[in-house]
């Protein structure tokens, strides 16, 4: 009402004579309680303008000059992962005002680091490419003093190819003067970018899939030992479920220009990079800048008549204008439920592959291979029991004791979930025979965690895709979404959701006039 009450009411003496002497009665918008002529209005002077204000004729002026500035839009962000860290910390440097509610006692989700001793562990992701954005956000935060890359020498992978570890060539060079690609498949990464693809499309016309799109562009040997290797240890998935416009969008954008795919396959390893006191250190410098409240289960979301929301935490109530939700799928859906019950079905279906993680300490001299590369990564071909191993100390420091190196192997994903669930004995047991073969590790470890993660990637197949499709409707009723299982899991993917949701919902926002 505030701000209406000008027009909503008239000043008249003619409704109410008695109290026509006072000349301050106010009457509704006219015509007023049956009144059969207009209502005079009366003229009052205009008082002195407040003291510490400039003098002025203008009444309206000298009103509006003690006002105090309208409260900017009041969003939830319920979640505080990276993605919905990264969405508050956008929105809140736009202007809006921002309460981040989260369930558990710390932030950051799975992107996690854990001091075990003298161990530095990664409970998530273990490394980030920083591009523009992400470098700003870490000048930002006075993070990029505590940040560190891969040594040069390191910048390369080792794939398991004919049961020994070979390093997957990552320049024309390497790839045209090395051993592992046969000529046949060299020929096929030379010739490609000189030929020209029109789209292809599966016979259903359906999307294409990550193992169709290369194996069409590239052939099978490069697909199975170059692709799906690094698919299978990032992801936790299977190339022939995983969908291109899901999962490479930018690809498909080149591909259907008719421009060559191959350069923009070599990935920018020099700028792969760490915080020095682990990638948690990126969800805590965010979340020191933000309203965020722990121990905050999120039970419900009311939608209130004028198009706001109240988001219910346990007794506590908060309005606002709009709602983000950066959870996991199967939480989103619950939430979703009660108001969009198809939404909530297609969303709650969401595939996540699951994950256990072993960090293993291991003396130096106990282990034959040199580890100069950033890991061991374990094409399905192979028939392997893991998906591959990180070189946790090879590529960052500060990861292990100097005369000691960090192993952490990645077991199941999508291709052999049950391995994720294994007990601990026979998970090591296994493990122990692979690390023995294929990096000639002679004793037992110094140190061992093994950690379980049931739902750890959200899988980019036909389902999401499904998903995807109601989030226009989500955001026409002001709910956005920001989980990782929408636009990517790796971090500058995370922070690129987060500041493209904020521009999504400042326009939607204007247009509601909020």
């Not at 709009?322 to 799928?329: C, D, E, F, R, W």
């Not at 590790?441 to 109601?470: C, K, N, Y």
């Amino acid at each position: 009402m505030r701000g209406q009450c000008a027009c909503f009411f008239r000043i008249s003496t003619q409704d109410h004579p008695s109290l026509a002497d006072r000349k301050q009665v106010l009457s509704p918008h006219y015509p007023y309680f049956g009144a059969t002529s207009a209502p005079r209005a009366l003229t009052f002077p205009v008082r002195p303008a407040p003291r510490g204000l400039p003098p002025t004729k203008d009444k309206a002026t000298a009103v509006n000059q003690t006002l105090p500035p309208p409260a900017p839009p009041h969003i939830a962000v319920i979640g505080a992962g990276l993605s919905g860290l990264a969405t508050a910390w956008y929105l809140q440097t736009s202007g809006y005002a921002v309460t981040v509610f989260e369930a558990h006692s710390h932030v950051g989700g799975v992107l996690s680091s854990v001091q075990a001793g003298a161990y530095l562990l990664e409970q998530g992701v273990d490394a980030m490419q920083v591009d523009a954005r992400t470098a700003a956000l870490l000048d930002a935060l006075d993070l990029e003093a505590v940040c560190q890359t891969v040594p040069l020498p390191r910048r390369k992978c080792d794939i398991l190819k004919d049961g020994r570890y070979q390093t997957l060539p990552t320049g024309p060079l390497s790839t045209a003067f090395g051993g592992f690609f046969s000529r046949q498949a060299k020929w096929r990464i030379a010739s490609e970018p000189l030929r020209r693809h029109s789209p292809f499309r599966t016979p259903v016309e359906a999307p294409d899939t990550v193992g169709a799109f290369f194996r069409h562009r590239l052939g099978k040997e490069i697909t199975d030992y170059a692709i799906a290797p690094l698919l299978a240890m990032y992801l936790a998935a299977d190339p022939d479920t995983l969908l291109m416009p899901l999962t490479l969008p930018e690809l498909v954008a080149t591909d259907a220009a008719q421009h060559a795919i191959v350069p923009q396959l070599m990935p920018p390893l020099d700028a792969l990079s760490s915080l020095n006191g682990g990638m948690a250190m990126l969800p805590e410098a965010l979340a020191g800048q933000l309203k965020v409240r722990t121990h905050a289960a999120v039970n419900a979301l009311i939608r209130r008549p004028e198009g706001r929301w109240c988001v219910v935490a346990g007794q506590w109530v908060q309005a606002v204008d709009a709602v983000v939700l950066a959870l996991p799928a199967p939480a989103a859906a619950a939430l979703l439920q009660p108001h969009w019950a198809h939404a909530a079905e297609a969303i709650g279906a969401i595939h996540y592959a699951p994950l256990a993680l072993i960090h293993r300490a291991y003396k130096r001299q106990d282990i034959g291979h040199a580890l100069n590369s950033m890991g061991g990564f374990n094409p399905p071909v192979e028939h392997a029991f893991a998906l591959g191993t990180v070189f946790a100390s090879s590529m960052f420091t500060g990861r292990a004791p100097h005369d000691e190196v960090l192993l952490t192997t990645r077991v199941g994903g999508m291709l052999a979930p049950q391995r994720a669930h294994l007990a601990d004995a026979v998970l090591t047991r296994f493990l122990d025979a692979e690390l023995h073969t294929h990096l000639g590790i002679q004793a037992a470890p110094v140190f061992e965690r093994i950690t379980r993660h049931p739902a750890a990637m959200p899988q980019g197949d036909a389902q999401m895709l499904l998903a995807a499709s109601w989030l226009p409707t989500l955001a026409n009723d002001r709910l956005f979404v920001a989980g990782n299982w929408v636009g990517g899991t790796s971090v500058s993917a995370c922070l690129a959701r987060g500041q493209t949701l904020t521009e999504t919902i400042h326009a939607a926002l204007s247009a509601f006039k909020v």
